[in-house]
Nanobody, 128 residues
Framework: QVQLVESGGGSVQAGGSLRLSCAASGYSYSSYRMAWFRQAPGKEREGVAAIVRRGIQYNINYIDSVKGRFTISLDNAANILNLQMNSLKPEDTALYYC???????????????????WGQGTQVTVSS
């Protein structure tokens, strides 16, 4: 069965960096799409970044607020999903979740219902 485990969260000051990782087992990236979501207190869960392989290419999406600061990547050999977060801001503070979904021809990348498996989350806190 598909299992996702996040790691790498922590507390940093504004402008700092963190690297989140998601170790996956029980599936192949050839048939699943991967994403990072986050949820801050009092707010709805939102898609941060997503990645899916299309032949020899990768389709990648980011929410506008993190473009130029966050980078999503895959280590296929190790079956690990990463999220490099630079220039962190207080508004990035949230519980970050790794998600996986069975791939399809078309999908809305930031829609929670597109993903079938979720990790338990890792906390990211950015201080002013």
């Amino acid at each position: 069965q598909v299992q996702l485990v996040e790691s790498g969260g922590g507390s940093v000051q504004a402008g700092g960096s963190l690297r989140l990782s998601c170790a996956a087992s029980g599936y192949s990236y050839s048939s699943y799409r991967m994403a990072w979501f986050r949820q801050a207190p009092g707010k709805e869960r939102e898609g941060v970044a997503a990645i899916v392989r299309r032949g020899i290419q990768y389709n990648i999406n980011y929410i506008d607020s993190v473009k130029g600061r966050f980078t999503i990547s895959l280590d296929n050999a190790a079956n690990i999903l990463n999220l490099q977060m630079n220039s962190l801001k207080p508004e990035d503070t949230a519980l970050y979740y790794c998600a996986a979904g069975r791939d399809s021809t078309t999908y809305t990348w930031a829609l929670q219902s597109e993903y079938n498996y979720w990790g338990q989350g890792t906390q990211v806190t950015v201080s002013s």
